[in-house]
């Protein structure tokens, strides 16, 4: 019903993590959760994409599926979760003195011109989505 909550963050602020992690003697040896500062429900995502790509969110539609119907590996698939899935980035902004650069509606964004945009298929490969809603 798109109610689940997950967390994304953006690459550059990744790869800032872990460059931090090179410059900080203390970080020898530690795991650090490394993601964007929010959680946002599926549909929220979905409707924050879509502004990403410039289009209205209220023309979207968003499809439910049955998740009971799907085989035991197609449920593990990722990006499909069916549980809430957040990080706690608290270490990492603490011991790291890191903070995301990114927030969610600016990591969708910079996604979508400079992956999404700059290679947009022709013909978008559905398949996967085919298998989920039939």
Known sequence: DG?????????????SAMARCIEVDAAANRIYNCSGAQGITFR???HAAARAAGKDPAAVEIRSF???AL???????????LAHFLTDITR??????WEPAFDLDATLAD?????????????PDF???AALLG
Do not use: C, W
């Not at 109610?3 to 790869?15: E, F, K, M, N, P």
């Not at 400079?114 to 947009?120: I, L, Q, T």
């Open 92 to 97: 990492v902004r603490r011991e790291l003195a």
């Open 3 to 15: 109610s689940t909550i997950t967390q994304l963050g953006h690459v550059s602020d990744l790869a």
């Open 44 to 46: 929220g995502l979905v």
């Open 111 to 123: 996604s979508f011109a400079n992956d999404y945009a700059k290679r947009m298929p022709t013909s």
């Open 66 to 68: 049955d998740a009971d």
């Open 127 to 129: 398949s996967a989505d």
């Open 71 to 81: 085989d035991k590996k197609a449920r593990k698939a990722f990006p499909l979760r």
